[in-house]
């Protein structure tokens, strides 16, 4: 196979999946509407880590769940002339950056957009949740979160 074929592979399988995750937010834009009428729909993006996150947190609110964003700074300590420092926080290194309750189950979803890459102290946090019986997610898109849930959460499956 020369280098144009396997461009053009390459290619078809990024044109699909930008299908799948178009299709995806359009679902999730839907969902919104549903929900929430009147209201004006949010702008849904996917591409950054703060995206991804709105993402999967507002689909899981609207889908009956509970899912909250889990900010880890310290507090502000005053530096002088307006600026501050953060210092250390009491929570646990490592911990994911979604808290959430699906069909009573705690389950903890890590964002890695863009290559992003999981620290010692997540692997461990992802060890001590899977060791207490919880779930732990590392999403990097959000077609991968909706296959996951739909995996590990489908109709009568607890």
């Not at 919104?32 to 209201?39: A, I, Q, S, V, Y």
């Not at 699906?102 to 979803?109: D, L, P």
């Not at 992003?116 to 991968?144: C, N, P, R, T």
Request: with cysteine.
């Amino acid at each position: 196979m020369d280098t144009k074929e396997k461009v053009s592979e390459k290619g078809q399988t990024q044109k699909h999946y930008k299908n799948k995750e178009k299709q995806a937010l359009k679902k999730l834009r839907q969902l919104h509407r549903e929900k929430n009428p009147g209201k004006r729909i949010p702008t849904y993006e996917t591409n950054t880590a703060n995206g991804l996150t709105k993402c999967i947190i507002d689909y899981l609110n609207m889908k009956g769940q509970q899912a909250e964003r889990v900010q880890c700074i310290g507090a502000p300590i005053p530096q002088g002339n307006g600026l501050y420092k953060f210092g250390k926080t009491t929570m646990h290194r490592g911990t994911a950056d979604i808290s959430a309750t699906i069909k009573g189950r705690s389950v903890k979803i890590e964002i890695k957009a863009n290559g992003d890459k999981m620290s010692s102290y997540q692997w461990q946090y992802k060890k001590d949740i899977e060791q207490a019986g919880g779930l732990y997610f590392i999403a990097h898109d959000f077609v991968g979160f909706l296959y996951w849930i739909h995996q590990n959460f489908k109709e009568g499956k607890k």
